[in-house]
């Protein structure tokens, strides 16, 4: 939440879009949360359907998840970034191990801290991706679909008969 914070103020002329539901464990983390959306540039959303989502997502510059690096995210599978690269859209999201390999492939930038992340949200917003970068985003999606990995599964663990 002081992410969402600093980046709203570092960049005022941007508008910052969060869509989902607002569901937190304590009262307390949603007041931060209140208190970190909060500014005029920022805009929350509740929970709307996929063709809705679509189509804000279409409208998105620059794509981002600011997780922290915690135990569960060095372990999460980050499903979200899948769907930003289908739309073929630039993603900027923290050096977690489970998603450096799309790192390494050039389809996503990552960061070690904040201000790396501030300079990697400028860096991407000021250029424009190609076509032939947002096409390798968009096909590198298309073959990670729940089908395919399922597939591999199911190849990695045969004595298993397919069940995981």
């Known amino acids: 939440m002081d992410w969402i914070e ?9 508008s910052f879009v969060y869509i989902g539901r607002e569901g937190f464990a304590r ?12 500014g005029a540039n920022i805009h ?10 679509a189509a804000y997502l279409a409208e998105f510059d620059v794509c981002t998840m ?8 060095r372990i999460m599978n ?8 289908a739309a073929g859209k630039d993603v900027v999201v923290p050096d977690l191990p489970e998603i450096r390999p799309l790192a ?6 990552t960061y ?19 076509p032939l970068e947002i096409g390798e985003r968009q096909a590198f999606a298309a073959q990670n679909t729940w089908a395919h990995r399922v597939a591999e599964l199911i190849a990695k663990f045969p004595a298993a008969g397919g069940a995981v």
């Open 66 to 73: 600011p997780f922290l690096d915690l135990p569960m995210t």
């Open 112 to 130: 070690r801290d904040h201000e790396g992340s501030f300079r990697l949200l400028d860096q991407v917003n000021r250029k424009s991706s190609t």
């Open 44 to 53: 929350v959303i509740p929970q709307v359907n996929l063709n809705k989502l």
């Open 78 to 85: 980050a499903v979200k970034i899948y769907e930003y690269l």
């Open 6 to 14: 600093k980046v709203a103020r570092l960049f005022p002329h941007w």
């Open 104 to 109: 390494e492939r050039d389809l996503i930038a």
């Open 27 to 38: 009262p307390e983390t949603f007041k931060r949360w209140k208190e970190a959306t909060s």
